[in-house]
């Protein structure tokens, strides 16, 4: 087969499923994408890079401004389709990340391939993270409807172009609506249970300090430390397990930036606004033991899970993070959120603890409780590994479904073939080495 991968930051969710399908004999992989990659191939997936010629105008209606910059993404991947075409690429499938537009368009330069959807999320009013946190009202609360349904017309666009459809989560496909949603076959992204796996032997260095699991380290991850991953809650839970665990080191990851909502006022970043309002109201608390990681390599992101005693995830009703099934999968005793996503991996007390999300109080007590028992976070730690291994595993059970996915997705009828289809060449592969710089997005990117 000839497979097109198109995502605006490839490999993305893709990091997996394109080079394994680029190493069966016969296929030709290629990738659309906005990234800057040093190389024009990676893992045997030839690279092809497109980038818009222009940005939203001023004067777009706010409604539409989403949308608008999707069209232009779309119609920046559309010129580059059809110069691959002109070269001879005839892609029998195409497998999309659609959240961004650059699929938009591409039926009308392939008709004939097989179009697979990779559906991460479908902005609900009632139901998902719009309107969840109080705390941050829409500012246009009469007019919020409108701005929901308008954000939703890419996906809208999307649905009648595809051919079939994937879903990390069962949560995350209950979002899309019927007929639709029931041409979402469910296959997480998948994580390596073997990498990140319990280790006791494991130590972490930071600066001058080295920590072992004979100390307490309480953990907390998001890709960018903001509400929408619980963020403001954690920081006001934080005095409270400080003040009651004195020998406690809490280990938080994440950068200053925002992944998933708005970001706040006067450039400030959330981090800060909420390090401050800690510090305010409990200034004599002993913040050396609270160690701001950043984003970190993944190796070491691994062995801040490996250290960890008792793990914190929150959420508002959005995408799940890898990170949370990664801690899963390290044998991490959790405690969570008590909102929709979680609840498809989190039992409570089976799998780790389930809180309420705005109950910082809670949060702290849930997390003492458990430092304090052993034998409970051992049981759960075990039960959460057990369940990721079963559910998520990459190698055993999310690959091999995802490569089915495709191949019956290949499978399906397709229109008629252009009358001349002449092999495609893809352009050689770069003789000089680059600069050393990653290849592909941390496995982490969804915190």
Request: aromatic residues 10%.
């Amino acid at each position: 087969m000839q497979i097109l991968f198109v995502h605006q930051n490839f490999p993305g969710q893709f990091k997996h499923l394109a080079p394994a399908l680029a190493a069966k004999p016969g296929h030709t992989v290629v990738a659309l994408t906005m990234r800057q990659i040093d190389s024009r191939q990676w893992q045997g997936v030839h690279i092809v890079r497109y980038a818009p010629k222009t940005g939203s105008q001023p004067g777009v209606h706010p409604w539409l401004r989403d949308f608008d910059t999707k069209v232009i993404r779309g119609e920046a991947c559309f010129r580059a389709a059809l110069e691959l075409r002109e070269q001879g690429f005839q892609p029998d499938v195409i497998i999309a990340h659609p959240g961004w537009g650059e699929s938009l368009f591409l039926k009308q330069v392939w008709p004939q391939a097989r179009l697979g959807l990779y559906c991460e999320f479908y902005y609900l009013l009632q139901g998902g993270d719009i309107g969840f946190d109080p705390e941050f009202p829409t500012r246009d609360a009469d007019g919020e409807a409108c701005r929901v349904e308008m954000r939703n017309l890419n996906n809208a666009v999307h649905m009648p172009l595809a051919d079939a459809a994937i879903s990390p989560t069962h949560w995350q496909a209950s979002t899309f609506p019927e007929p639709f949603r029931s041409r979402i076959s469910v296959i997480h992204d998948g994580i390596d249970t073997e990498l990140v796996a319990p280790d006791d032997s494991v130590a972490l260095q930071l600066g001058e300090l080295k920590l072992s699991r004979q100390d307490e380290v309480i953990t907390f991850v998001n890709r960018n430390l903001e509400p929408c991953r619980g963020y403001h809650v954690f920081m006001r839970a934080l005095p409270e397990l400080l003040r009651r665990r004195p020998h406690a080191r809490v280990l938080i990851t994440g950068g200053d930036g925002v992944s998933y909502g708005a970001a706040p006022a006067n450039g400030q970043t959330w981090k800060q606004i909420y390090i401050d309002e800690a510090h305010a109201q409990h200034p004599d608390m002993d913040w050396s033991r609270v160690h701001f990681l950043g984003q970190i390599p993944y190796a070491q992101f691994v062995a801040m899970l490996q250290l960890s005693r008792v793990h914190l995830y929150l959420t508002y009703p959005f995408v799940l993070s890898w990170s949370l099934l990664e801690a899963m999968s390290a044998g991490c005793a959790i405690v969570a959120s008590d909102t929709a996503p979680l609840r498809e991996a989190i039992r409570h007390d089976e799998t780790g603890v389930l809180v309420d999300f705005f109950d910082p109080a809670a949060l702290a007590e849930a997390t003492c409780q458990l430092l304090d028992d052993p034998a409970r976070r051992a049981r759960l730690g075990a039960a959460a590994r057990v369940f990721a291994r079963e559910n998520y595993d990459l190698k055993q059970v999310c690959l091999p479904r995802q490569m089915a996915w495709v191949e019956a997705l290949a499978a399906r009828p397709a229109g008629e073939a252009p009358a001349t289809a002449p092999g495609w060449t893809p352009p050689p592969a770069q003789t000089t080495a680059p600069a050393p710089r990653p290849a592909v997005a941390p496995a982490f990117k969804r915190y």
